[in-house]
């Protein structure tokens, strides 16, 4: 019973002692390159746009294609929505700041020519592009930029770090 017990303490301690990664000569400390991998919902905002933005696609083209990059995409400002949209307001008064609806033609009324943009709470884009607060935005053109995903059940960005711009 003393050997069985000597057996196993032995065999536990090498266990433990052999958890380290082997020191080799020559094996010299390199600096950890940063995590690379296409990032989550999470920091996806933190990725900074192309030097020229000259470039960027149509609403169609967002809604027809797969695109795993960020892109740019430009289209009209033709209503809010909340939670679905189902729920697509695009006339005034309105009520939603949850999420504006873009389309190609500033008067589409064909929701399935729509994508959504979530803006959201306490965003830079909440505060300056909601049509509750800023009715005057319905039917101008804008450029977004951000990674394509599902929103509101239809093709659309979120969390997409409140870049954009104005167009004529």
Same mark, same amino acid.
């Given at each position: 019973?003393?050997?069985? !017990?000597?057996?196993?303490?032995l065999?536990?301690s /090498?266990?433990?002692?052999s958890?380290?990664?082997?020191?080799?000569? #020559?094996d010299?400390k390199?600096?950890?390159?940063?995590?690379t991998e296409?990032?989550d919902?999470?920091?996806?905002?933190?990725?900074?746009?192309?030097?020229?933005p000259?470039?960027?696609i !149509?609403i169609?083209?967002?809604?027809?294609?797969?695109?795993?990059?960020?892109i740019w995409?430009?289209?009209?400002?033709? #209503?809010?929505?909340?939670? +679905?949209?189902?729920?697509?307001e695009l006339?005034a008064?309105? +009520?939603?700041q949850?999420a504006l609806?873009?389309?190609?033609?500033?008067?589409?009324?064909d929701? #399935?020519?729509m994508?959504? /943009?979530? /803006? %959201? !709470?306490?965003?830079?884009a %909440? %505060?300056?592009?909601?049509?509750?607060?800023?009715?005057e935005n319905? %039917?101008k053109?804008?450029?977004?930029?951000g990674?394509q995903? !599902?929103?509101?059940?239809?093709r659309?960005m979120?969390?997409?770090? +409140? /870049?954009?711009?104005?167009?004529?």
């Amino acid at each position: 019973m003393k050997n069985l !017990t000597l057996v196993t303490l032995l065999l536990a301690s /090498l266990f433990f002692a052999s958890c380290e990664k082997p020191s080799l000569e #020559g094996d010299e400390k390199k600096p950890k390159k940063p995590h690379t991998e296409k990032p989550d919902d999470k920091g996806k905002e933190d990725e900074k746009p192309p030097e020229n933005p000259k470039d960027y696609i !149509t609403i169609h083209d967002f809604l027809t294609k797969d695109y795993s990059s960020q892109i740019w995409v430009a289209g009209y400002i033709v #209503g809010a929505c909340k939670r +679905s949209i189902s729920n697509a307001e695009l006339k005034a008064p309105f +009520s939603f700041q949850t999420a504006l609806l873009l389309a190609d033609d500033k008067n589409e009324t064909d929701k #399935g020519k729509m994508m959504a /943009l979530e /803006l %959201r !709470t306490k965003s830079v884009a %909440r %505060r300056e592009l909601n049509l509750v607060d800023h009715p005057e935005n319905h %039917r101008k053109r804008i450029k977004v930029y951000g990674y394509q995903t !599902t929103y509101m059940g239809v093709r659309g960005m979120k969390k997409w770090g +409140s /870049l954009y711009e104005w167009m004529k």
